[in-house]
Structure formats: C-alpha cells, structure tokens
C-alpha cells in the first residue's frame, strides 16, 4: 500500500473519530471530561477497554514474541483474568464507596494529603512512561512503512498523531473516549481475525485443523514448568500477570475512570468480568496469530522478526491491499485507543489531584483542565521523541520493566492503606515511594550473583513488597497518626 494512500486513510479515520465525538459529548463541562455523568452503558464500556488494555504493543509485538518465548505469554494473562477479578471485587467497591473523580483520593482518606499527592504523582509518571512506550511502537513503526517515504521527520509524526487525538478528546474527555473505543476495538480485532483468515490457508496444510496445527507447532507450547530461574516460567509469569493487573488497571486512573463512569457499582463489575473473559480470548488470537506469520514468514523468505514482522507482511504487498489498510486501521486504532484514554486519565489526575480544579468554581476550572490537556499532550510528544534515542530493547519489555519500577509504590501503597489499620507518617509516603525503585534496580541487578536467579516481569512484587516494608517502618498507631 502507498505511503499517501495510508495518509490518506488515517486522515479518513480521524475524521470517523472526530464525527463521533461531536455526536456522543454537547458539553464541555469537567464532570462529562471526567466522569461521563457516570451514564456510560456497561457494555460499551467493557468493548471499549479491550482496545484500550491491548495498545499497540499487543498488536505488533505479542505476535512478534512468538517466535522467541513461543505461546509463554497466554501464562501471564491467565495471570491477568485473576486478577481482574481482585480488581472488580476487591477494589472497585472501594472506589464506589468513595466517589471521588480519581482513585488516589481514597489514600487522602485513609492516610492524609501528602500520601494522596504522592499516589497521584506516582501514576503520573507510570502512566506517561507506560503510554509513551506504546505510542512510540508504532509511531515508529508508521514512520519506517509512511512518513519516512514522504519526508516527514518523526517528531513531527509524534506531534501531528497527538494532535490528533487531543482535537477529538479536548471537548468530551472520558464521555468520548468510552464510544470512541468502541469503534476502535473493532477495527483491531478486524484486522486481526482478516489477516488470520488469509494466512491461515497459505500455512496450515490441507486437511489439518486450526486444533492440531497449534498442537503439532513447535511455536504452540504455552506451559513452562521447567527451569524455575527462566523468565518464562509459569509460576513467575503468573503471579506476575496477578499482580501487574492490580497495579496497572486497578491502581491506574486511566482504566479505573472508564469504570467510574458506569451507572453503578454492580455495572462496573459486570463490565470488569466480561472484559476479563473476552480479554483472554482475544490475546489468545493474537498469540495464534504470531505462531500462523512465523511461518508464514518462513515460506515467505521473510527476514523480518520480533516487532517488524507483522508489518513487514501486512505492508510489503504479501496480502491484499484491502488487508493492508486493515491493517493500518487496526494499528492506529490499537495505538489510539490507549493513547486518548490516557491522555484523558493524565489530565483528569493532574488537575484535580494536583492541582484540585474540584474546588475551584467551574469556568476558571474548565479552561485550566483545557490547558492541563494541551500541556499533557505536548509533554508526551517531548518523551515519545526522546524514546527514540534512548532505547533499543523490547517495547514490550520496556513498558512492563517501567511499570515494575514506577507501579510497584503504587501496589505497596494501596496494599498498606487496605490491609493495616495504621497510619503514616508525613514523610513517610514519598520516600518509600523513591527508595523502593533504586532498591529494586540494585537487587534486580545483582540478583543472578547473588542467588542465580533472574527477575522477570514478577518484578513489581519485590518492588511493591518493598514499599510496604518501608512504609510499615515509617508508620504509627492510628490514633497517633
């Protein structure tokens, strides 16, 4: 497909978004930016957020590791379906109780202010890093296949794509991006279950079913018993999968918004279900994908690997144009669809964690939410182009060895305020949560000398095992807190 035929096609697509947004949002006040009027239909929600949660990074780079860690990943994401359900019973009850527009305010009401800013400070920089990793994926991947064609450098593709996104959120926020990805998880399972279709004849023999083409493939194994110290291993993946949930949907403002803004606590937690069961099923299909493109590219001659793959057999004419531009369709939505809503999320914690616009008198707190989401989106641009010189590892990796560092305080945090009844000191809070990460690193990195063991994604338990020691050891009695 033609560099200014997809240009052309994600302009198409943009305008599809932006006709959405001006249909579902008429206000611009802060309580549709940042709670929808809590109106939003559980199911629309619950579609949405399957988009949302998979990003590009799973798009491109879960089939892409397919051919290194075979079907390992499906371990982490049973990891995953469990701990939505920690989520769905254990916290958002909680949040409910609360009902405040972000979660962090619940540590205000357990612990005191300084404990709240420091819960809300530690999203902000996981949530950044996080979104950033998964937008720089495939704006680098646009630039490689488009805008490097026609000449356009790639802080100028970073800053036009969040231009972008900020025209069709900066009026709705989350009462928007709810029925915007909507629409956007459906053209990434689209592409998905198209390029399977396609594939599947060309590689799996006549006569064999899908059943025993996964069975019989060396790529198909899922289960690793064996070799404890291996990251791959299922118990590690596992726990891991638990926990980075917890940490990443149910302590993250971005994913805890969308269900905020279901009519009722019940709702919300049919939402969290449902999601749950589809979400696995849906990396399933990813994962079956990168098994069907190795070999694929093995037919094929392809000598593209890991993140490239799937792009280098979508774009380079191995399938029909038609698929092609599902496929761009699928990747800019999959990166969208996690980028508004994080966007959205930041902007929602800053002004109203940070700079508590709540209490302020609603047109002066408009126009400085208006801002704070200008502010955000250039501040993303500023660390997705930085990425560019600064990385060459895994995206996939980079964004779950981030979390393990800046989502780990945030689990001990939370971990401390719902399983103890004491409080804390002032100080307490923001150096547990700096101290953590920097113990972390150094036991992380000498862990292998130590004891031959290897860290994998399990690492934000140490970090968050960490924090709450910390903290345990800065705390007090309740009543002389």
């Given at each position: 497909m033609e560099a200014y035929g997809i240009v052309l096609l994600m302009v198409a697509y943009f305008g599809l978004l932006i006709g959405?947004?001006?249909?579902?949002?008429?206000?611009?006040?802060?309580?549709?930016?940042?709670?929808?009027?809590?109106?939003?239909?559980?199911?629309?929600?619950?579609?949405?957020?399957?988009?949302?949660?998979?990003?590009?990074v799973t798009f491109i780079s879960i089939p892409g590791s397919v051919g290194a860690s075979s079907m390992a990943y499906l371990q982490m994401v049973l990891g995953y379906f469990v701990g939505y359900l920690v989520v769905a019973f254990g916290l958002?009850?909680?949040?409910?109780?609360?009902?405040?527009?972000?979660?962090?305010?619940?540590?205000?009401?357990?612990?005191?202010?300084?404990?709240?800013k420091t819960g809300a400070w530690?999203?902000?920089?996981?949530?950044?890093?996080?979104?950033?990793?998964?937008?720089?994926?495939?704006?680098?991947?646009?630039?490689?296949?488009?805008?490097?064609?026609?000449?356009?450098?790639?802080?100028?593709?970073?800053?036009i794509t969040l231009g972008l996104i900020w025209v069709y959120t900066y009026k709705g926020g989350i009462k928007t991006i709810v029925w915007t990805d909507t629409l956007q998880t459906f053209f990434?399972?689209?592409?998905?279950?198209?390029?399977?279709?396609?594939?599947?004849?060309?590689?799996?023999?006549?006569?064999?079913?899908?059943?025993?083409?996964?069975?019989?493939?060396?790529?198909?194994?899922?289960?690793?018993?064996?070799?404890?110290?291996?990251?791959?291993?299922?118990w590690k993946q596992f726990?891991?999968?638990?926990?980075?949930?917890?940490?990443?949907?149910?302590?993250?403002?971005?994913?805890?918004?969308?269900?905020?803004?279901?009519?009722?606590?019940?709702?919300a937690q049919k939402n969290m279900v449902?999601?749950?069961?589809?979400?696995?099923?849906?990396?399933?299909?990813f994962l079956y994908l990168g098994m069907l493109l190795h070999d694929f590219a093995s037919i094929q001659g392809i000598q593209e690997?890991?993140?490239?793959?799937?792009?280098?057999?979508?774009?380079?004419?191995?399938?029909?144009?038609?698929?092609?531009?599902?496929?761009?369709?699928?990747?800019?939505?999959?990166?969208?669809?996690?980028?508004?809503?994080?966007?959205?999320?930041?902007?929602?914690?800053?002004?109203?964690?940070?700079?508590?616009?709540?209490?302020?008198?609603?047109?002066?707190?408009?126009?400085?939410?208006?801002?704070?989401h200008v502010g955000t989106t250039l501040a993303m641009a500023v660390v997705i182009v930085m990425f560019r010189s600064i990385t060459d590892d895994s995206v996939v990796n980079g964004v779950f060895k981030a979390a393990g560092y800046t989502y780990g305080p945030l689990l001990g945090l939370f971990s401390f305020a719902l399983f103890t009844q004491r409080g804390l000191r002032t100080w307490s809070a923001p150096v547990s949560a700096l101290a953590s990460p920097l113990l972390t690193y150094?036991?992380?990195?000498n862990s292998v000398d130590w004891w031959g063991y290897a860290f994998g994604f399990e690492l934000i338990l140490l970090n968050g095992l960490l924090t709450w020691l910390l903290l345990f050891a800065g705390s007090v009695r309740k009543s002389a807190a």
């Open positions: 959405v947004a001006r249909l579902t949002t008429k206000t611009t006040s802060n309580a549709t930016f940042f709670t929808g009027n809590r109106q939003s239909p559980w199911y629309i929600v619950s579609f949405g957020m399957i988009g949302a949660s998979l990003s590009g958002l009850p909680i949040y409910y109780r609360v009902q405040r527009v972000t979660i962090y305010s619940f540590l205000e009401e357990r612990f005191g202010r300084t404990a709240y530690l999203f902000l920089v996981s949530r950044m890093i996080g979104s950033a990793f998964r937008l720089f994926l495939v704006a680098l991947v646009l630039q490689q296949f488009v805008f490097d064609t026609i000449g356009w450098p790639f802080w100028s593709t970073t800053l990434l399972l689209a592409a998905v279950v198209w390029t399977i279709l396609l594939i599947y004849p060309e590689v799996v023999p006549a006569g064999q079913t899908a059943w025993d083409y996964w069975k019989t493939n060396p790529l198909g194994r899922v289960f690793f018993w064996d070799q404890p110290q291996a990251p791959s291993f299922f726990v891991a999968g638990i926990f980075i949930t917890i940490s990443m949907t149910g302590l993250d403002q971005d994913m805890m918004q969308k269900n905020l803004t279901c009519k009722s606590l019940r709702e449902w999601f749950s069961v589809v979400l696995m099923a849906v990396n399933g299909l690997t890991g993140d490239a793959l799937f792009p280098a057999v979508a774009l380079n004419g191995y399938l029909p144009p038609l698929a092609a531009a599902l496929f761009v369709l699928g990747l800019v939505a999959a990166a969208y669809s996690s980028a508004d809503s994080a966007l959205a999320a930041l902007t929602t914690s800053f002004s109203v964690d940070i700079l508590e616009v709540d209490r302020m008198e609603e047109a002066k707190a408009v126009r400085l939410r208006r801002w704070v150094w036991i992380q990195a």
